[in-house]
């Protein structure tokens, strides 16, 4: 997992060099003929990299997205209506049976099918009607970190492509440097808080909030303790109820318009005696920091913070003498029905 956090940069200049033409064409078809509207089709870490890209679409194309659970197709066979609809199905594998019925399903409804995969060779990359290939390369560990990264990356490449937003993609193509420059490691405190705790919330907001889901997931994973993901602005809404002095809260800050907000939900729970981790882009006045860089952009400072936390999940599952790359009941490849 560690060596496989470190080869994410390389992952993503990969990616931009051989998916420049591949973007290109893609978004002026989308342009050409615009979509009534976004579904997108992903399980596990796959589906925090839509839930992210579902924010970029709404917040630059401006269309509605959703995600769509693969067992309307795979169980229910309930018939769909899609027409002049964008389908993106998100698969490190491209293998699972439910994901690729719920692909077969759309294209039957009338949406046009683009599938972001690592593996080019698979079913759901050679039945799509457009393939953006990850170009991760082979990742072993079970939890997958650099083939997530690459998931975000091409669907934040699309959506820039798509919106003609010259700011972005420049920022994109800096990224990996970005994320290639040796960072310190997760402060030890950090990391022993992290492993102390039994159940934790992680907080974001907006494209954050995706990066916070993914979190918790690989917390699980890793560490196998409990984490739930709330946007912060839906934690006060009842959730909140749970803490108590000392409750941990992993909070991933955003750098875009719901920054000012997002401290002060992080502010109130702390009253309530939550103890937040922050991880941003610069240091906390009273709350310990894992600092991730500043990626160029706003939309991309959540790829950048999530970078930094996996280095934290690896430190945190081996202090609480867990293995990160083999964690139990797990296999890298998951074909849900």
Known sequence: MAREIGEAAAALRRQRSANVALVAELAKRLRRRPPSFVVTIARGSSDHAALFLKHLVEIK????????????????????RLEGALSIAISQSGRSPDILAMQRAVKEAGALAIALVNDSESPLAQEADALLPLHAGEERSIAATKS?????????????????????????NRLPSVLGVDSRPAPEAAIAELASASSLFVLGRGPTFAIAA????????T????????????????????ISLGFPLLCFAPSDAARTGFFEAVERLASFGASPLMVDIEPHSRWPTILSPDAGHSLLTPIAALHAFYSLAEATARQRGRNPDHPPHLTKVTETV
Not at 150 to 161: D, E, K, P
Not at 214 to 221: I, N, R, S, T, V
Not at 223 to 242: D, I, N, R, T, Y
């Open 223 to 242: 560490s196998g303790m409990h984490a739930e993901a709330f946007s912060s602005a839906e934690v006060l809404h009842g959730p909140a109820g749970v």
């Open 148 to 172: 997530m990264i690459a998931s975000l990356v091409a669907g934040a490449a699309l959506v820039a492509a798509w919106d003609e937003d010259a700011e972005l993609a420049s920022a994109l």
């Open 214 to 221: 993914e979190a918790a997931l690989k917390l699980k994973e």
């Open 61 to 80: 194309i401006g269309l509605a997205s959703a995600s769509l659970g693969p067992s309307i197709a795979s169980l229910y066979r309930a018939p769909l």
